[in-house]
């Protein structure tokens, strides 16, 4: 599996907009890039994917590099709901099952 | 929509023993993984079922199996138990077991305690 590499936490004021960065160097052309994301005591949970093009949905926004090599998690303004663990995984269509293979994530904090 | 189930919430075993935990697939979805989570990491793939028949399985050792009913309700039993067993195991269901493009819904999951 591709390998992506985050930071290990990230800290936000609420209201204020955040960006979760993910490294994929090894992406390839047909991995799509998932993110999830984990609240306390509960499992994960979808927020968003995209292939090539940059994508919008009620939750967050998902910026993709031209390149494809890094992606960014947009949430526009946060709230202390959004005080979670943040996952990016690389999905590969080419296996015969859909496994999502989890990293250490991102621990966001989210200030009052 | 009935969101996806697992039970019991939590379960206290001893060493050697056996366990059975079970999940409910969201309604209309035909594909259920397993997933353990040791505290602080994030989950690592057991197996998945599609249609009754395991589909895919992650590095995990044969005590550890599974089953999938036809209403797509699914259990994972692990034999033998060791201490190291002890974890959150997630269930997910999805819509497909392969499309790279498609939504797993978790469980809220079982936490495990092997003493």
């Known amino acids: 599996d591709a390998k992506t590499t985050q930071p290990n936490s990230m800290e936000s004021n609420e209201e204020e907009p955040v960006h979760l960065p993910c490294n994929h160097s090894?992406?390839?052309?047909?991995?799509?890039i998932h993110w999830y994301r984990q609240l306390p005591s509960q499992g994960p949970e979808y927020v968003i994917h995209?292939?090539?093009s940059n994508v919008n949905n009620r939750m967050a926004s998902l910026a993709i590099a031209e390149d494809r090599k890094s992606s960014t998690l947009i949430l526009h303004r946060a709230t202390l709901r959004d005080a979670a663990v943040y996952y990016c995984?690389?999905?590969?269509?080419?296996?015969?099952?859909?496994?999502?293979?989890f990293g250490q994530g991102t621990i966001l904090t989210v200030h009052p | 929509e009935t969101g996806v189930t697992q039970s019991p919430t939590h379960l206290i075993k001893t060493r050697g023993q056996q366990v059975t935990l079970r999940c409910s697939s969201q309604?209309?979805?035909?594909?259920v993984s397993w997933y353990q989570q040791a505290l602080g990491q994030g989950p690592q793939f057991i197996f998945q079922?599609?249609?009754?028949?395991?589909?895919g399985r992650g590095n995990f050792p044969p005590r550890f199996s599974g089953l999938q009913f036809p209403n797509y309700s699914s259990e994972l039993n692990v034999n033998a138990l060791e201490l190291d067993d002890s974890a959150l195991y997630l269930c997910?269901?999805?819509?497909?077991?392969?499309?790279?493009?498609?939504?797993?819904?978790f469980g809220p999951g079982t936490r495990l305690t092997v003493l």
């Open positions: 997910a269901s999805s819509w497909s077991r392969a499309r790279s493009g498609d939504t797993q819904y």
């Open positions: 090894t992406i390839s052309g047909t991995d799509y």
């Open positions: 995209g292939l090539t």
């Open positions: 995984i690389l999905r590969d269509p080419g296996t015969s099952y859909g496994k999502l293979t």
């Open positions: 309604s209309g979805h035909n594909t």
């Open positions: 079922y599609y249609r009754e028949e395991e589909n």
